[in-house]
């Protein structure tokens, strides 16, 4: 047994952060905001060129997957840069048509995938209803107990800025007896928020500790007082026991326990994250309630994805179910 | 990256287990904070002593088995899967051993080890005084220098386990001057000692689980000092981190106690009772968590250091939540003694001892996020 990150995955991972640092997200999630996806879609193709796409993709079909644990380093750092786009409906999408068989659209989509060629998005009713990003994806799919190709009605303003909710009008089905790919596309796809969501909380938390180190009040930094470190130390808690649950879930890929485990990091990094935004919030103080603070547009995500991907008491309730 | 047992856990699971199915008394002992219950504890020491099974993790030659600390997660999985006794030597297999280990001499890990490892000997310990709780440095009894060995005055207090037990562990100001945290002997003594008095105080439910200490002019022999005299702070650090981490609270401990509240759950919960699921669930996530954590701190080839102060906070405030959910599931009856009582007045120590959890999460925040240190 070794149950952590080895060299290769902590390079991977740390490479992934550098990019996104060099890259400037909170200027990426801005004009994505404005209807501008020029800055989000090169920071897309970068991450193509890292081989994020290419985890979640059968070999058969140009990719390098599926590597669930590499899967959840790479949506980690996703989280933690706030990047925006559809990361998490792609990569749940190529789960789901690699598990489709040999289908036309299988073929077609999953070597775009791969190579960052195509923003995916897709619905999952009732925990996914919404297409993210439907309006500017190349491809939505409603997906289910058959697969289909679906329209987009608009699209709605989220919490997050960076988040456009569009409405499907599902078509023809394109595969049927779709309902396991799809369980299992759901069951990635929680995965992975649960880890955008726990990278999430990780920056959240290293922004309020820098914050509080440097804010001064009654001639102190606000981080010696015991009641602003008391909430920080409650935070760091709660997210360095999530990591183990969405690292060990990454491993029961595959196995019977996987829906379970999944249920269980997402549980515990929705309850983290949120945490956090709240903490980075009430730490913060009046700036962090602004809009023009690029911290607030992380506390947002963090209240949007809380209840992404399933809510907290639906998958509460397929933990107890597996019990 | 890989959760798998190898051949190694596998054998010593299978041995572990059918140990404790052939030994295992099949009534519960009584509450080992009773007289009765410590006496039918300290026997059972005694019976996993004569296999080598009180500290599996100890090298043979005190009494151990040298087993990995994988090996050690998987003994205690079964440990408390099969309904074995509460460990009432905790204090010696667990925090003296460790400071021992470090800071003891070759003659002391021979002297004071293997009969700890035979439950021969059952150590309490002597930390808190009246006046120095959470800032532990204020101590103020004293060792003072005699002839071959220091004389000890002074009085403990909130000693776990000294109404019964045979030796304790503790610190005392050998010197006032150099500062709060130099100065300070750690030294080891025996409880029925000449000039040492032992109180017993009752806890919550009355049941005598610690004792004030006593003490006018207790000789002790130099070579019951552990670690340099003036230097012992450094060595009580390193007990304590190990009583807020792992060992003091083996994941398989919490797994076996929520493997019980399912069952509870089953019998006596109410499946429209949504509220109560998700506590159910919560206490399942955390037990796995805690669970994958200790997989975790094992695979490491550092030492954790203070993130066992994140430990802490987690287990203690876990096993608080856990028991109170039980209690709750047995509404009216969640007054009456059971062991979910005991377990649940037990559990509301944990955020208190071992430092409170509000000293632990000034350590949390000002050691590993680097918040600057301020007034208490």
Not at chain 2, 47 to 61: F, H, I, K, N, Q
Not at chain 2, 150 to 157: E, M, N, S, V, Y
Not at chain 2, 348 to 357: F, R, V
């Amino acid at each position: 047994m070794r149950f952590v990150l080895d060299a290769e995955q902590r390079l991977f991972a740390e490479t992934l952060h550098t990019l996104l640092t060099d890259a400037g997200t909170a200027r990426a999630v801005r004009a994505w905001a404005a209807g501008d996806t020029k800055p989000g879609r090169a920071v897309w193709s970068a991450l193509a060129e890292a081989g994020v796409f290419a985890l979640a993709v059968p070999e058969a079909h140009g990719g390098a997957g599926p590597l669930p644990v590499e899967l959840v380093c790479a949506a980690e750092q996703l989280g933690r840069h706030a990047v925006p786009g559809p990361y998490v409906e792609t990569l749940a999408a190529a789960e789901l048509l690699g598990r489709l068989g040999d289908v036309p659209l299988a073929g077609t989509w999953l070597p775009r995938i791969a190579g960052g060629e195509a923003l995916v998005s897709l619905t999952l009713p009732p925990a996914v209803p919404y297409a993210l990003d439907g309006d500017v994806a190349d491809l939505v799919l409603a997906a289910g107990d058959s697969v289909r190709e679906a329209a987009v009605d608009g699209g709605t303003a989220s919490l997050d800025p960076a988040r456009r909710m569009s409405p499907v009008v599902p078509g023809e089905p394109l595969a049927d007896a779709a309902r396991e790919a799809s369980a299992a596309a759901y069951d990635l796809g929680a995965l992975l928020c649960a880890a955008q969501q726990f990278g999430l909380g990780r920056a959240l938390l290293d922004v309020s500790v820098a914050y509080a180190r440097t804010r001064h009040q009654f001639g102190h930094p606000i981080g010696e007082f015991q009641a602003v470190k008391h909430q920080l130390a409650g935070v760091l808690v709660e997210l360095e026991f999530t990591r183990p649950l969405l690292y060990g879930a990454a491993l029961a890929y595959r196995t019977p326990d996987f829906s379970r485990d999944v249920s269980a990091a997402k549980v515990a990094a929705s309850a983290a994250s949120y945490a956090a935004a709240r903490v980075a919030l009430q730490v913060h103080g009046a700036i962090g309630y602004t809009d023009e603070y690029d911290p607030s547009l992380w506390i947002r995500k963090a209240r949007a994805l809380h209840g992404a991907w399933g809510s907290p008491a639906a998958h509460r309730a397929r933990v107890v179910d597996a019990l | 990256m890989d959760l798998d047992f190898g051949p190694a856990e596998a054998e010593f699971r299978a041995e572990t287990r059918a140990w404790l199915h052939a030994h295992v008394p099949a009534e519960p002992l009584p509450s080992l904070e009773t007289e009765a219950g410590f006496a039918a504890h300290r026997e059972w020491e005694r019976t996993l002593g004569r296999d080598r099974l009180a500290a599996v993790s100890w090298p043979e030659e005190y009494g151990g088995r040298g087993v990995t600390p994988l090996q050690w997660l998987v003994f205690e999985e079964e440990y408390y899967a099969a309904g074995a006794p509460g460990r009432v030597n905790q204090n010696g297999t667990d925090l003296l051993a460790t400071t021992l280990f470090r800071h003891g001499t070759p003659e002391q890990l021979a002297r004071i080890l293997p009969p700890i490892a035979a439950g021969e000997v059952i150590w309490a310990q002597a930390w808190s005084e009246p006046g120095a709780g959470s800032d532990l440095a204020g101590l103020r009894s004293t060792a003072t220098r005699t002839d071959g060995g220091w004389l000890l005055a002074g009085q403990k207090t909130w000693s776990s386990r000294a109404p019964f037990a045979d030796r304790a562990f503790g610190l005392f100001r050998s010197d006032p001057e150099p500062g709060r945290h130099r100065g300070l002997t750690y030294v080891m003594f025996p409880l029925d000692a000449e000039g040492l008095t032992v109180r017993p105080i009752g806890r919550l439910d009355g049941k005598p689980a610690f004792a004030e200490l006593f003490l006018d002019d207790v000789f002790v022999p130099d070579h019951d000092v552990i670690g340099t005299a003036g230097e012992g702070w450094k060595a009580a650090m390193s007990t304590a981190g190990n009583e807020r981490g792992l060992t003091l609270r083996p994941p398989g401990r919490f797994m076996a106690t929520v493997d019980r509240l399912v069952e509870l759950w089953r019998e006596r919960g109410d499946a429209s009772d949504t509220a109560m699921r998700d506590r159910l669930a919560d206490a399942w996530i955390r037990s796995q968590a805690y669970r994958l954590k200790g997989f975790e701190t094992i695979s490491r080839e550092d030492d954790i250091g203070v993130e066992a102060s994140l430990t802490k906070v987690f287990w203690s405030e876990f096993d608080v939540a856990l028991h109170e959910t039980a209690l709750d599931l047995l509404g009216p009856d969640g007054e009456l003694e059971s062991p979910w009582l005991e377990g649940y007045v037990f559990s509301l120590a944990g955020t208190i001892y071992a430092g409170t959890n509000e000293i632990q999460r000034n350590v949390i925040a000002e050691r590993l996020l680097g918040l600057p240190r301020g007034a208490r």
